[in-house]
């Protein structure tokens, strides 16, 4: 969570009940909702920050997630306030007052849950494995802005990246991944034995996993044989990987 105002010196002047922004970055989508069932359905909630806000100050709240098309706020009223040094974190206890803001927000928490594509995007969780920088950086800034041309449904994308395939594993090993793009000549761990590994070893018998080299026909026999559901040659086109992606994910 990080804040920040939205007006200037002379305008704080003029107005002095001005709200200070404070913008809540959740992790996901049912991050936002879980604090909505505890907290923000009943009027209030805490937010966790250093900054010395009296009570009574007026607050503006923008809350986000990645993937949520258009942030929400609504205003409320610092009534309590836990100072740095207790042992506990430092924030503030904000009050919202009922009317219409309330309601907007109950009707777009509601959208949320429904995921309304008009609302939420879908973000799917990639993991590249690819130790040419360039070749990563191409095929994540590609897809980054490719997402609005290329697919029916609003899509957002959420990478890792790794450059050998040891650092791959203890990747899959701890996260979720919607999709994994592994080439398969890497230093450490080879892409076969990193494909191998995340069906036998981890169990990921369903993640979707393309395999890219240059390698031609022996790469890709390598890349078939440990599991790989797809192969691309190098150098691959953008539309080649996305039509891939359409045909595995059924996007």
């Given at each position: 969570m990080s804040d920040d105002t939205e007006?200037?010196?002379n305008d704080k002047r003029r107005h002095a009940r001005a709200p200070i922004t404070l913008r809540v970055e959740y992790d996901g989508a049912d991050d936002l909702l879980?604090?909505?069932t505890d907290n923000l359905s009943h009027g209030?909630?805490?937010i966790a920050t250093s900054r010395a806000l009296p009570i009574g100050t007026d607050v503006r709240l923008v809350l986000s997630f990645r993937g949520l098309l258009a942030p929400l706020s609504i205003d409320g009223v610092v009534r309590w306030v836990r100072p740095d040094g207790g042992g506990?974190?430092?924030g503030v206890g904000i009050e919202f007052a009922a009317g219409p803001e309330r309601d907007r927000l109950d009707e777009m928490i509601e959208k949320i849950r429904a995921r309304d594509p008009r609302t939420v995007s879908r973000v799917l969780k990639v993991l590249v494995v690819e130790d040419n920088a360039h070749v990563a950086e191409l095929i994540r800034d590609g897809l980054k802005g490719s997402s609005r041309r290329s697919f029916d449904d609003p899509l957002q994308f959420d990478f890792r990246m790794a450059t050998n395939g040891k650092d791959a594993v203890e990747l899959l090993r701890g996260e979720a991944f919607d999709l994994a793009i592994v080439d398969i000549y890497l230093p450490v761990m080879d892409g076969s034995q990193?494909?191998?590994a995340a069906r036998e070893e981890l169990k990921l018998k369903s993640l979707p996993i393309i395999a890219v080299s240059a390698g031609g026909e022996s790469a890709k026999r390598q890349a078939m044989t440990a599991g790989a559901d797809m192969f691309l040659d190098k150098p691959m086109r953008l539309r080649q990987v996305i039509e891939?992606?359409?045909r595995l994910m059924k996007l």
């Open positions: 007006s200037g010196p879980g604090d909505y209030g909630t805490f506990e974190e430092p990193l494909i191998h891939t992606m359409r």
